[in-house]
């Protein structure tokens, strides 16, 4: 392997161990308790290491969450290859999987500060990784809307990733709500999502449907 080659593999190996630091320390200490240079000795790092690759705490969060979703992709896409017959269904078993997918590696602690990066900081790196993670659900929304259209359930004439906008701005406020209570269960959450994203369906599915 080329100096360079082996060089950028250190690099990211490094890198994951810092995140797997974090991950640990973020899970036992929460985020606000734990600081850059707990995660450098338990990375077996120098804090200079996770400043030069991370530069501040919040993008390597933000880092940890990218992680997370690109880990979690199988299992959306096997779960948008096998949808409920109903949309309505379709959303809320969607939202069901993306929440438990979220509270599996990272706390409702993380998850306030990754959705409050775009409006503490809108230019900076955390903000554009947060654009990334929302892109990524409206992908799977799109694609979710068009299987329902492929399958006559929603009229074939509605926009989709217009649709895709509106259920994930909406499903974003209900996990934005969750996560801001610290004993709010996923059930409740699904209950809010069945009520009204089910009143928004109404002006779309098809008349068979």
């Given amino acids: 392997m080329a100096r360079g080659g082996l060089r950028e593999r250190n690099k990211r190996l490094r890198a994951e161990q810092v995140l ?19 995660i450098a000795e338990q990375a077996l790092v120098a804090p200079a290491t996770v400043y030069n690759y991370f530069a501040t705490k919040p993008n390597l969060l933000m880092a940890l969450a990218l992680r997370h979703v690109r880990a979690s992709l199988p299992e959306r896409r096997a779960f948008l290859s ?25 706390s409702r602690e993380c998850w306030r500060v990754i959705l409050s990066a775009a409006f503490l900081e809108p230019e900076g790196p955390a903000s554009r990784t947060g654009a990334r993670l929302n892109t990524l659900i409206l992908r799977h929304y799109i694609r979710l809307v068009q299987r329902y259209q492929e399958t006559g359930k929603i009229r074939a ?53």
């Fill in 82 to 106: 096998n949808l409920p017959e109903e949309p309505l269904q379709g959303v809320i078993a969607f939202e069901s999987l993306l929440a438990r997918q979220a509270m599996r590696r990272l």
């Fill in 157 to 209: 004439s509605v926009d989709a990733p217009a649709l895709a906008e509106i259920l994930l701005g909406l499903t974003t406020q209900y996990f934005g709500n969750f996560v801001a209570a610290p004993a709010r269960p996923i059930g409740s959450l699904l209950d809010q999502t069945e009520r009204h994203i089910g009143i928004v369906l109404q002006g779309v599915l098809a008349e068979q449907a």
């Fill in 20 to 38: 797997d630091a974090a991950e640990l320390l973020f899970r036992e200490r929460g985020y606000e308790g734990t600081h850059i240079e707990a």
